[in-house]
């Protein structure tokens, strides 16, 4: 079966520390991947995606950065956290071949609240 | 740029009762999906529904119900015979290569 698996789960990091959250998918090859983030009470921004290996494409320009060292692992760092950065984070994969139209969609890691104090 | 806005912010129901919560958005696409996600307070996210653009049949999935307008861009959420369970934040979202997502409407359902 096709799981996708996100931690930490929760994180509280001082103002100028680095960062490193992972995602990884089992299940299956050659994923879309992504990287959202959720403000207190708000929407989800899309900050990320890959379409493959070494492949990333940048929404919002800011202080943070993705990898995807290899075909299942998504990882999004900063090398200086910022108080804005705070939020939760969520990851999310997407087949790429479509397959049966009733099972298109994307499924969203269980997400890490990060806090920078 | 495709956007999708919710004008709702916030919407109550009373259980059993309909609520139909709205959302439109904007692409220069024809081939596209159409998605509404239910984000409850452990903010997983739960697919609730899903349309094709390409179909003209409206999608459901039990108590849930879409009115999908492709002219008017338009795509609203019914829920019908609400449930204190449906309590939650729910999220419109548009897809291509990529998931964009509105602001969100929360919505409270009272007993």
């Known amino acids: 079966s096709q799981t996708i698996h996100q931690w930490p789960a929760t994180l509280v990091q001082p103002v100028g520390s680095p960062l490193s959250l992972e995602c990884t998918v089992e299940?299956?090859?050659?994923?879309?991947l992504y990287w959202y983030r959720q403000a207190a009470g708000r929407g989800l921004q899309l900050l990320f995606y890959?379409?493959?290996?070494?492949?990333i494409s940048s929404e919002v320009p800011q202080n943070l950065s993705a990898s995807r060292p290899q075909d299942r692992q998504f990882i999004l760092s900063s090398k200086k956290l910022l108080l804005s950065d705070s939020g939760f984070y969520l990851c999310?994969?997407?087949?790429?071949?479509?397959?049966?139209?009733?099972?298109?969609?994307?499924?969203f890691g269980s997400g890490t609240r990060l806090t920078v104090v | 740029a495709q956007t999708v806005t919710q004008s709702q912010p916030e919407m109550s129901v009373q259980e059993a009762e309909t609520v139909t919560l709205s959302c439109t958005y904007d692409?220069?696409?024809?081939?596209?999906?159409l998605f509404w996600y239910k984000q409850p307070p452990s903010r997983q996210m739960i697919l609730v529904i899903r349309?094709?653009?390409?179909?003209?049949q409206n999608a459901t999935e039990n108590r849930f119900s879409v009115n999908f307008q492709k002219a008017a861009k338009s795509f609203s959420l019914k829920i019908s015979d609400s449930q204190l369970g449906d309590t939650a934040m729910y999220f419109c979202?548009?897809?291509?290569?990529?998931?964009?997502f509105g602001t969100g409407t929360r919505l409270q359902v009272f007993p």
């Open positions: 999310a994969w997407r087949r790429k071949v479509y397959g049966p139209r009733a099972l298109y969609g994307y499924t």
């Open positions: 349309q094709e653009a390409y179909k003209q």
């Open positions: 692409t220069s696409e024809n081939n596209y999906y």
């Open positions: 299940g299956t090859s050659n994923p879309n």
């Open positions: 890959s379409v493959g290996i070494g492949q």
């Open positions: 979202a548009f897809d291509t290569d990529k998931l964009i």
